[in-house]
């Protein structure tokens, strides 16, 4: 099992900046990727953008250019630095972390955590 703890998020005008941090514990042998989807109200979860263990990354197009992904090997952190926040940028942030053993791939999430971009 893996376990998930988020920090960050909150409030914030439109063009400003807030960071999401992500620190995995138990058995972090089996993680592959690690990243961050979000939820806006009524709306589907969608992917945000994501970072492999060999550090390949793939981020929506409504993100790119402003958000920055990065993962600290040695503290089992995936960090996620968003700037340049929009409005529609509000949802509720969700850390993601894929685990493969013996060929069981295996999604875990964070508790999420709420990022509101308002004027």
């Known amino acids: 099992q893996v376990q998930l703890i988020e920090a960050g998020g909150g409030s914030v005008r439109p063009g400003g900046s807030l960071t999401l941090s992500c620190t995995a514990s138990?058995?972090?042998?089996?993680?592959?990727?690690m990243g961050w989807y979000r939820q806006a109200s009524g709306q589907q979860r969608e992917l945000v953008a994501y970072?492999?263990?060999?550090?390949?990354?793939n981020s929506s197009d409504s993100v790119k250019g402003r958000f920055t992904i990065s993962m600290d090997s040695a503290k089992n952190t995936v960090i996620l630095q968003m700037n340049r926040l929009k409005l529609e940028d509000t949802a509720v942030y969700y850390c993601n972390a894929k685990t493969v053993v013996n060929a069981d791939l295996r999604d875990h999430w964070g508790q999420g955590t709420q990022v509101t971009v308002s004027s």
């Open positions: 970072i492999t263990t060999g550090g390949t990354i």
């Open positions: 138990g058995n972090i042998g089996s993680i592959f990727t």
